[in-house]
C-alpha cells in the first residue's frame, strides 16, 4: 500500500527539520508542497532533488484527486506546507480527507509547530489550551470571538500577521487590558523575539519600532491559573 506522508518543516531555522523528516523527503517519489519555490530553497540545502507538484489552499481539493492518482500509480507521496506542520493554520486538511478515504495510509512526520513552540516558552498556562489560529478578518466577527474566547478560564493561542497585529492587541486590550499575553515574533529566526505583557504594554513595544515585520503567534494567559494535581497525588 503506497503511502502519503505529512511531513512538518521548519518554521524559520531550515536545521530545525527532523532526521526523520529528511528521510522521508529523500525516499519519497513525489513531493507535494504549498509552494514548489519554498520548498526548494529547503530541499537545496539539503541536496535533496525531488519532482514538486504545487498544492495549497486554493487549488487543493483538485490537488488531492491528482495525489490520490499518484498513489494509485505506485507513487509514494510527501505534502509539506510553507512552514509548520501541514493542517496547523495551513493547507493539508482535504489532501488527509480524500487520500483516506480512497483507502491509503496517512503517516504523520511530526516535528515543528508556532503554536507548541510559542507554548514551551510561555510558562504556566493552566492543565488545558485552546489553539484558535487566525481570527476574522471582520471586526465585528473578531471581536465577537475574542469576548468569547476571553470569557474562558483557558489559555488560547491565536496567529497574526504583520499587517493586523496592532489592530488585534487594541481588540484585546479593549476587552480585556489586564490580561497577561505571551506574544513570539519570527519564532526560530534570526531576529526572534517573545514579548510578555498585557495588550497595551506589548503594543507599546511595537508601535515604538521602524516597521512591525514577522508572523505572530499569541498566547493569551488565563487570569487563574489553578494546580493541575490532584490531591495526594505525585507528579510522575
Do not use: W
Not at 541536496?47 to 495549497?56: F, P
Not at 510553507?82 to 482535504?94: E, F, H, L, Q, Y
Amino acid at each position: 500500500m503506497n503511502t502519503l506522508y505529512m511531513v512538518a518543516t521548519p518554521i524559520g531555522n531550515l536545521d530545525d527539520i527532523t532526521i526523520r523528516a529528511l528521510q522521508v523527503l529523500k525516499d519519497v517519489d513525489i513531493i507535494a508542497c504549498e509552494d514548489t519555490r519554498h520548498t526548494r530553497i529547503l530541499l537545496n540545502k539539503f541536496s535533496i532533488d525531488k519532482r514538486l507538484i504545487a498544492c495549497h489552499a486554493h487549488n487543493e481539493k483538485a490537488s488531492a484527486d491528482g495525489i490520490v492518482a499518484l498513489l494509485q500509480q505506485g507513487n509514494d507521496v510527501a505534502y509539506v506546507s510553507d512552514a509548520g506542520t501541514p493542517g496547523i493554520s495551513d493547507p493539508g486538511a482535504k489532501v488527509v480527507e480524500t487520500v483516506s478515504s480512497a483507502g491509503f495510509n496517512v503517516v504523520p512526520i511530526p516535528g515543528v509547530s508556532a503554536v507548541t513552540a510559542l507554548i514551551s516558552v510561555a510558562g504556566p498556562v493552566g492543565k488545558s489550551f485552546l489553539f484558535e489560529g487566525f481570527t476574522s478578518f471582520r471586526k465585528g466577527r473578531r471581536v465577537a470571538r475574542l469576548k468569547e474566547l476571553l470569557g474562558r478560564q483557558e489559555a488560547f493561542v491565536l496567529y497574526e500577521s504583520p499587517f493586523r497585529i496592532l489592530k488585534l492587541l487594541e481588540d484585546i486590550h479593549a476587552i480585556a487590558p489586564g490580561r497577561q499575553l505571551v506574544v513570539g515574533r519570527e519564532l526560530t529566526k534570526i531576529y526572534e523575539e517573545i514579548l510578555r505583557g498585557t495588550a497595551g504594554q506589548v503594543s507599546e513595544i511595537l508601535v515604538k519600532k521602524p516597521s512591525v515585520k514577522g508572523e505572530f503567534a499569541i498566547c493569551v494567559i488565563p487570569e487563574r491559573i489553578k494546580d493541575d494535581a490532584e490531591p495526594g497525588q505525585d507528579e510522575q
